[in-house]
């Protein structure tokens, strides 16, 4: 048996691999017993207590291939364009809700929730208020605000209230439009106008480029919400598209991202998920994204933005878990795995059904908070048996730090072809595991983890696998010792 642990600095891996490797569970919970994999997508989210949605466009329904698809995957739908401004008061005040009630009419009656999306937005305005400005405007904007949703009122398990307020780029400031230039208060004024209308429905802001911690526009949401949290105004959500491609991919550090947020006080959804590419590599970045969402207790769901590539509205980046055809891709595999892989750890505890209601868990810390005490150990090495052709060498990585708990992830590298592997994880007293992922624990007494591989595990030479868990130190840093045995 080979016993490795060395210190490292924070990963640095900018792949989806790494991004699965390095999720993190930011508030709750220890592993539960493991349940039955689900062999659709709703019923493995489900199996963690989030919900599983799909953007539908109306002319779905004619589409039978398509119906079946979200009758069987999918419990929450979102109107792709018809429930946006231009198509529910194409003229001021006269109100068309037809394509809007066909879609959400159709979910309810099968049993699915609804997102709505979008109550206030620069784009997609009808033309009579894109040339608008000043108080008509705003008054505009909260009539509409109000008028939509008062008619989806009871209908809608969270609205999109302002979409897109914020600029791209460097400046972290709100993005100049119609809306902007009504007065920076527009947005909370929306979200007052929301809770007025519809008290039982969630209300988020949502907005893509936001995934990365390390963005500006990103800490720009960020501390707008922070700021609303701060004095009241009633915010419950935020949403994160997550339109992903080659030159805007899935960060390393989007569970950082979303834990962060979900530390304010607010639910996290993925809400537009689409990621161009194929096969193997676009699959492994949506086993990131759902790993990313998993490993946090408040990312309560996460909504793909259609259903077949053919559909998509970038259809040229076959960016969706279905191909033309309605069969599922390598990404639906990958992402139903990573699913079914969650519900032995951080089950989804959403701040409540109605949106009025305070969350139910509020950190103690700051995520950004270091430690006052460093780890003293130093690394050490021994090398693994395997006990087969091969043998493997376990290593312990610091991860991310608060004040009353710390991340750690163990790579397992095998030296030789090892069928699979094994790994114990040791702590020291008071300290408890209390959260896991990518790996299935089992618990010999309440010091010991012993972590087995996801799936079969087999490592050719040289390759490696991650797992990772958060542990509430109670005042010891002292790092867990960790070794693996290969067979
Ligand atoms: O329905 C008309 C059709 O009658 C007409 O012939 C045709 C001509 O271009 O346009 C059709 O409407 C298009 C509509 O999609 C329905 O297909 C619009 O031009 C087109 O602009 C519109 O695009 C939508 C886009 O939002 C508009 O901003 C996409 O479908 C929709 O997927 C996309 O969704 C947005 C989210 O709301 C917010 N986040 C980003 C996301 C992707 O852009």
């Known amino acids: 048996m080979t016993i490795t642990r060395h210190r490292r600095r924070r990963a640095r891996a900018v792949s989806a691999v790494a991004v699965a490797a390095m999720a993190v569970g930011m508030a709750v919970p ?13 019923a493995a989210a489900a199996e963690s207590n989030r919900y599983y949605g799909a953007a539908m466009a109306g002319s779905y329904l004619n589409n039978s291939q398509i119906t079946g698809i979200l009758q069987r995957e999918f419990n929450m739908i979102t109107a792709e364009n018809e429930m946006k401004m231009d198509a529910t008061e194409p003229n001021q005040n006269q109100f068309n809700y037809t394509n809007g009630d066909r879609i959400v009419n159709w979910a309810l009656q099968n049993g699915k929730q609804v997102r709505g999306h979008a109550l206030a937005w620069h784009s997609q305005q009808p033309g009579w208020m894109q040339n608008m400005s000043g108080q008509s405007l705003r008054n505009a904007m909260l009539n509409h605000v109000t008028q939509v949703a008062t008619h989806y009122k009871g209908k809608i398990h969270s609205w999109d209230v302002v979409n897109e307020a914020f600029a791209d780029g460097n400046s972290g400031a709100r993005r100049n439009s119609n809306l902007q230039g009504t007065g920076g208060d527009w947005i909370e004024a929306a979200f007052r106008a929301a809770r007025a209308a519809d008290p039982g429905a969630k209300l988020c802001y949502n907005d893509y480029n936001t995934d990365d911690w390390s963005h500006a526009k990103t800490q720009g949401v960020y501390n707008m919400v922070k700021d609303f949290k701060a004095r009241g105004v009633p915010i419950d959500c935020v949403g994160f598209q997550a339109h992903f491609n080659s030159g805007n991919p899935v960060p390393s550090n989007y569970h950082t991202t979303l834990g962060n947020f979900a530390a304010l006080g607010v639910d996290v959804q993925i809400t537009e998920l689409d990621i161009e590419g194929s096969g193997t590599s676009q699959a492994e970045q949506f086993r990131g994204v759902h790993q990313a969402c998993l490993s946090v207790a408040r990312c309560t769901g996460i909504t793909v933005w259609g259903v077949r590539d053919s559909e998509s509205w970038r259809s040229s980046g076959t960016p969706l878990l279905f191909d033309g055809s309605g069969n599922k891709k390598a990404a639906y595999n990958y992402s139903l795995d990573a699913l079914n892989q969650a519900s032995g750890t951080v089950r989804a505890t959403p701040g409540g059904q109605n949106g009025g209601q305070q969350p139910t868990q509020q950190p103690t810390q700051q995520p950004t908070q270091q430690p006052t005490q460093q ?8 090398p693994g048996n395997g006990g087969g052709t091969g043998s493997c060498t376990a290593t312990y990585s610091e991860g991310e730090k608060w004040n009353d708990r710390f991340n750690g992830v163990v790579t397992i590298r095998a030296n030789g072809n090892i069928r699979s592997w094994t790994s114990t994880v040791t702590l020291q007293n008071p300290q408890r595991i209390i959260a896991t992922w990518s790996g299935s624990p089992t618990w010999p007494s309440a010091n010991v983890m012993v972590m087995r591989p996801n799936g079969g595990g087999a490592l050719s030479n040289g390759q490696t696998a991650s797992f990772g868990f958060t542990v509430q130190h109670g005042g010891n ?10 067979s």
């Open 477 to 486: 840093w002292t790092w867990p010792s960790v070794s693996c045995a290969a």
């Open 375 to 382: 780890p003293t150990q130093q690394p050490t090495q021994d």
């Open 30 to 42: 220890l592993a539960l017993p493991a349940a039955a994999a689900g062999s659709t997508l709703q």
